[in-house]
């Protein structure tokens, strides 16, 4: 997939759709379980609130999921099933409707699948960042039942694509997943978050423009969707693999990156100690 294509992707989303005839008073009433309707004003402050929010705190994942939902509609969720019903795996996606969850997928049997696998690569890396299949909120703010699907299905697979990269849940690795997300998906919220690249350090801001927006942009234009990944299928599919099949490669590894740079500064500190110690004894 070229840039061509991704700007075809923006050229086709759907027309606005018509303006509500409810007010806050007037409420219909929701569409599938948990649903909550939206005004366009209630939707805009929502919005605003949780953009917000988020940014004073990254780690408020309500937050971000409320912003999610309440900037994708009526159009970028809509282009999203879009290309899902264009692709064939993306429509059985949506005929079955998988949840990822700890009932529905069993971890333990992941970790007996041989290590150069999906499902055990996703495996490792929940345990390696202390998290569960269970910590995604569930879609309340958009209005079509299979366009609120499309966004639960964006949410439960976020971790692959986290596995499959091996980027870390610490800001650096979130934001470039985000931007990897942006350009496979042009979701806007995936785009906003990235304004926490002002919470950086200097030299992780200097490291994510250098080195993995550029990665993220490359690669989330020219890969397959992975919206239309049908994960559960791909669990004993070799990793290399999937990766060459999608057109994903593999970013330099921010932990060892982080890990080098500490390294450096004790060494340097060390250095430093030691000048000073024998400054002291000689007197210079």
Known sequence: MNTSMAFRRLLALPAPLRARSYSILNRPAPNYPGHVPLTY???????????????????????IASLGETTSSPYFISRLRKAMLANDTGRRILKDRPRITSKSMSLETLRQLPPNTVGYAYAAWLDREGVTPDTRDSVRYIDDPEEAYVMQRYRETHDFTHAITGLPVIIEGELAIKAFEFANTLLPMTALSMAA???????????????????AVSNGLKSEEVI???????????????????????PPDLRDARKALRNEKKAEKAAREARERLGAATGV
């Not at 949780?50 to 309500?62: E, I, K, M, Q």
């Not at 690249?197 to 990665?215: N, S």
């Open 197 to 215: 690249v002002v919470r950086l350090k200097k030299v992780e801001r200097q490291r994510f423009f250098q080195t993995y927006l550029p990665w």
């Open 228 to 250: 239309n990944v049908y994960w559960e299928e791909e669990l004993e599919t070799d990793v290399e693999v999937l990766r060459t099949r999608l057109g994903i490669e593999v």
């Open 41 to 63: 004003l209630e939707r805009g402050a929502l919005a605003i609130g949780s953009a917000f929010g988020s940014l004073r705190n990254p780690h408020r994942h309500d937050l």
